[in-house]
C-alpha cells in the first residue's frame, strides 16, 4: 500500500492551530473524526478529513495533531493497513489493545497545563462530545468548537465538491410501508415520550423514513438530508436541486405533506424552535447527532436517546423479509458464477484480485434490479487476505493462485435489498493448519447460526458462541462478529450488533432482523479466513416457555455453498455435519432453481459439484 507523505500537510494545519484570526485563541491541539456531519461510518469524497490528512483510508479512525506529535486510532480491522498507509510523522493507536491509551488519557498525558483542544462541532456526536470535554476538563483543558474546519482549509481548492445526484422514490413495491404510515408510527412514539418534536440527523434514518434513496456516498443509497417531525408538521432538509419531479409529488399526498428546507437551515429552524418567550416541549434526537445541532437544544429539552426511526429501520417488514431474500438467491446466482469462473481461469495465471473483482461485479450486474456494490469488494490472496478490510489497489493487485487461500467479501445492493457474503476458498491444495483454522471458523458460524436465545438478548452475550472453537487452541479474531444489514440501505446498519465489545448502544436483539455472522481467522504475512453468512432471527421451536419468553433462532438467508476442500471432517460433530448438508441441499434446490431459470449452465454444474454431501 502507498505511504502518503504528510508533513506538509500538518505544518500547515499546525499554522492554522496558532493563527488567532483563524481560531482566535491558539489550540494545542486537533481533533479530526472520520465521519461526516451526519456520523456516518462511510463518506462521500468532501467529508474524507481524516483519510486527507494522515494517509489512512479506512472507515474508522480518528487522528489527533498537536503541536508536536500526530497519532491515529483504529480498531483491529484495520492495524496493518494504517501501518503501511501513515508515514513517519504518525503514531499508531490500536484501539482495543489493553496498553493502549484512549485519545482524552493520551492528549492530557501530552498537553501543556491549560490547553485548548479544537474540534469541529458538525464532525462530533454530543454524546462523545460530554465524555470527551468532561475528561479534558478534569485535567484543567478545554474542548472548543471550530468552525470553519482546519482540515478544508488546508484541503483547499483540491476538496472535491459535494456531491449532487438526484433523490428517487423507493416504492410500496420494495418499502411494504408507506412514509406517512412511519410518520403515525413516529408520532405515537414521541407520544409515549412526551416529545413535540423528532430529529433524525442519520442519513439512513431520513431516506427510510420518507421512502427516498440517493448515491451521495458511494455504494450506500443515502443522500444528505435531516429530517424533523412535529406533532403537526413534518420537514425535509435537502438541496431541492436533487427532488426530481416524482420525488416531490410523492411527499406531497393528500394526507400529508413534508415541509422542504435548504440544508443548511437545519441549525437556525432548530433555534428558532426555543427562542425567547416561545412555548415549547421537548425534542427528541440521538446521542449521535452533532454536538452542533444539539446545543440548538435547550439542555433540559433534550431527549438523547437512539430514534424510532433507528429502531424500527432495523425490524424488517413482510415486504422488505421477502426482498431481502430474493436478493440473495440473485446474489448467490452472480457467485456462483463468480466461482465457477474463477476454478477454470486461476490454474491459467491470468486472473488478479483486481480483475476477479471487476468479474464478480459484472456478473452481480447482470442481475435484475442491482443497483451498485454495497461495499469494495475485498478480493484478496494469501498474505492480503490478513488485512481484514483490504481493498486491493494497482500496487498491491496479486495473481489468484493454486498455491495460497483466496478470501472475497463482497455484495450487492438491489431495490430490493442489501447482500454481504464472505467465502474463503484455495484452487490448490490447502494445508492442514490451513483446514484446521478454516474448519474452526466454520464451527463458529454454525453455532452462531443454530444459537436459540431469548428475544431481547444483547449481541455480546452471543459473540462467544462464535469464538468458542478458535478459543479452544488459543486462537480468535480482533474484530466483530456481526452487524445490522439493511433493506436497500446501508450494509452495516446499527442499533444491534454482535460484538465482545459493550457499551451503547448495545441494543437488544429481537425478531426480524437482518444481521451478519461472520467469524474469522488472520495471520499476518500468511493468509486470512472468513465465512460470511447474513441471517435473519425467526422465533424457536422450543419444547418448554419459560415465563411464556419467545426465544429466536437464526435463519441463514445466504446461499452460497461452502468449500468442502478447505473442511477437515474429523473436527466436525454429527449436528454440524448435517447442518452443512442442510444447508447444502437449500443451497441446491433454490439458487439452483433459479440457475436453471436463467440459463446458466456451466454454474449450475459448479453448484451441484460444490454441495455434495458431506460424511
Known amino acids: 500500500m502507498t505511504t502518503k507523505k504528510t508533513g506538509g500537510l500538518l505544518s500547515k494545519l499546525r499554522e492554522l492551530m496558532k493563527a488567532k484570526q483563524v481560531v482566535g485563541e491558539p489550540l494545542q491541539a486537533y481533533i479530526v473524526p472520520s465521519g461526516d456531519a451526519h456520523q456516518s461510518e462511510y463518506i462521500a469524497g468532501c467529508d474524507n478529513r481524516r483519510s486527507f490528512i494522515s494517509g489512512f483510508t479506512g472507515s474508522f479512525g480518528v487522528a489527533i495533531i498537536t503541536h508536536n506529535a500526530a497519532a491515529l486510532w483504529t480498531d483491529g480491522r484495520y492495524y496493518l493497513q494504517a501501518a503501511s498507509q501513515m508515514d513517519e510523522n504518525w503514531t499508531l493507536m490500536k484501539h482495543g489493545m489493553p496498553n493502549t491509551p484512549s485519545q482524552e488519557d493520551w492528549l ?7 490547553s485548548r483542544v479544537g474540534v469541529d462541532p458538525f464532525l462530533f456526536s454530543i454524546d462523545s462530545w460530554k465524555q470527551f470535554s468532561g475528561t479534558l476538563k478534569t485535567a484543567g483543558h478545554d474542548m472548543v468548537p471550530v468552525q470553519p474546519n482546519l482540515i478544508d482549509q488546508v484541503w483547499a481548492e483540491e476538496r472535491p465538491a459535494p456531491p449532487a445526484d438526484e433523490v428517487f422514490v423507493q416504492t410500496m413495491k420494495y418499502s411494504g410501508l408507506s412514509w406517512p404510515d412511519k410518520i403515525t408510527l413516529m408520532r405515537q412514539k414521541m407520544k409515549e415520550k412526551g416529545a413535540e418534536y423528532l430529529v433524525m440527523t442519520a442519513l439512513d434514518e431520513v431516506a427510510w423514513l420518507y421512502n427516498l434513496r440517493g448515491s451521495d456516498i458511494d455504494f450506500n443509497p443515502v443522500f444528505f438530508s435531516y429530517a424533523v417531525v412535529g406533532k403537526d408538521s413534518t420537514h425535509l432538509f435537502i438541496d431541492e436541486n436533487k427532488l426530481t419531479e416524482a420525488a416531490k409529488a410523492h411527499l406531497n399526498t393528500s394526507d400529508m405533506r413534508v415541509h422542504i428546507h435548504p440544508y443548511d437551515e437545519i441549525q437556525s429552524f432548530l433555534s428558532s424552535v426555543y427562542t425567547e418567550g416561545k412555548k415549547c416541549g421537548k425534542t427528541w434526537l440521538s446521542p449521535k447527532s452533532s454536538f452542533a445541532l444539539a446545543s440548538c437544544i435547550p439542555q433540559d429539552q433534550r431527549i438523547l436517546q437512539l430514534t424510532p426511526a433507528c429502531t424500527s429501520k432495523a425490524v424488517k417488514n413482510p415486504v422488505e423479509i421477502e426482498g431481502m431474500r430474493n436478493a440473495h438467491i440473485r446474489d448467490a446466482v452472480a457467485l456462483c458464477e463468480y466461482f465457477s469462473w474463477l476454478e477454470k481461469e486461476v490454474p491459467k495465471g491470468n486472473i488478479t484480485e483486481i480483475s476477479g473483482a471487476d468479474k464478480l461485479e459484472g456478473f452481480r450486474r447482470e442481475q435484475a434490479d442491482f443497483v451498485s456494490l454495497s461495499f469494495t469488494t475485498i478480493s484478496s490472496v494469501g498474505s492480503n487476505g490478513a488485512i481484514i478490510h483490504y481493498s486491493p489497489k494497482p500496487e498491491t493487485d496479486r495473481p489468484i493462485n493454486t498455491q495460497e487461500i483466496y478470501l472475497c467479501d463482497s455484495g450487492g445492493q438491489y431495490r430490493d435489498g442489501t447482500t454481504d457474503v464472505t467465502r474463503t476458498m484455495h484452487f490448490g491444495t490447502p494445508t492442514p493448519h490451513e483446514k484446521e483454522c478454516f474448519t474452526r471458523v466454520l464451527k463458529g458460524v454454525i453455532s452462531l447460526a443454530s444459537a436459540i436465545f431469548p428475544s431481547g438478548t444483547k449481541g455480546i452475550l452471543l459473540d462467544s458462541f462464535a469464538r468458542q472453537h478458535l478459543w479452544q487452541v488459543g486462537l480468535d479474531y480482533v474484530h466483530g462478529t456481526g452487524h445490522g444489514v439493511g433493506s436497500f440501505l446501508n450494509v452495516h446498519e446499527g442499533p444491534q450488533s454482535i460484538s465482545f465489545r459493550s457499551g451503547p448502544p448495545d441494543t437488544p436483539i429481537t425478531a426480524n432482523i437482518f444481521l451478519s455472522d461472520e467469524p ?10 472468513r465465512t460470511e453468512n447474513v441471517v435473519v432471527t425467526v422465533p424457536a421451536e422450543t419444547k418448554h416457555h419459560f415465563k411464556n419468553q419467545t426465544f429466536l433462532t437464526f435463519e441463514t438467508v445466504t446461499l452460497v455453498p461452502i468449500q468442502l476442500k478447505m473442511v477437515e471432517p474429523s473436527l466436525l460433530t454429527e449436528s454440524e455435519i448435517s447442518w ?36
Request: net charge negative.
Open 108 to 114: 492530557v498525558k501530552v498537553l501543556p497545563e491549560s
Open 520 to 529: 474469522g481467522y488472520y495471520e499476518d504475512g500468511a493468509f486470512g479466513i
Open 580 to 615: 452443512i448438508n442442510d444447508y447444502h441441499v437449500k443451497c441446491r434446490e433454490i439458487v439452483g432453481k433459479e440457475l436453471e431459470r436463467q440459463g446458466r449452465h456451466e454454474a449450475l454444474k459448479w453448484l451441484i459439484k460444490e454441495s455434495q454431501m458431506l460424511g
